[in-house]
């Protein structure tokens, strides 16, 4: 054989696929196939964890408006005001009067 044949020869076979090579390329893309589902799992409940957290900053907004709203009930000035306005009470001595609008019923206030 002359050296041009060698060469060409040995060119052919870097370029070939060997058998190991094989198997390592399909190892490899084996492995990016089974990884693909646990990162995917993973984002996902990186999104859900967000959502709720979201969620659970709400909820303790909307507690703190409730611990006010508690408060505010507890507060006898507060409980008097509501009783006047909402159920038109008065005390005793004192003259209720009733404001009816010019062109409509008059209604209870609701609170």
């Given at each position: 054989?002359?050296?041009?044949?060698?060469?060409?020869?040995?060119?052919?076979?870097?370029?070939?696929?060997?058998?190991?090579?094989?198997?390592?390329?399909?190892?490899?893309?084996?492995?990016?196939?089974?990884?693909?589902?646990?990162?995917?799992?993973?984002?996902?409940?990186?999104t859900?964890?967000?959502?709720?957290?979201?969620?659970?900053?709400?909820?303790?907004?909307?507690?703190?408006?409730y611990?006010?709203?508690?408060?505010?009930?507890?507060?006898?000035?507060?409980?008097?005001?509501?009783?006047?306005?909402?159920?038109?009470?008065?005390?005793?001595?004192?003259?209720?009067?009733?404001?009816?609008?010019?062109?409509?019923?008059?209604?209870?206030?609701?609170?």
């Amino acid at each position: 054989m002359s050296a041009g044949a060698l060469s060409s020869t040995e060119a052919r076979r870097g370029r070939r696929m060997t058998g190991r090579a094989l198997a390592l390329l399909v190892v490899v893309g084996a492995l990016l196939v089974a990884a693909m589902y646990p990162l995917r799992a993973y984002l996902n409940e990186r999104t859900q964890i967000t959502g709720l957290e979201q969620q659970v900053s709400q909820l303790e907004h909307q507690n703190a408006e409730y611990d006010h709203r508690i408060a505010q009930l507890h507060d006898p000035q507060y409980l008097e005001r509501l009783a006047r306005e909402c159920l038109g009470m008065i005390k005793p001595g004192e003259i209720g009067f009733v404001v009816v609008p010019k062109h409509g019923k008059a209604g209870a206030r609701i609170c």
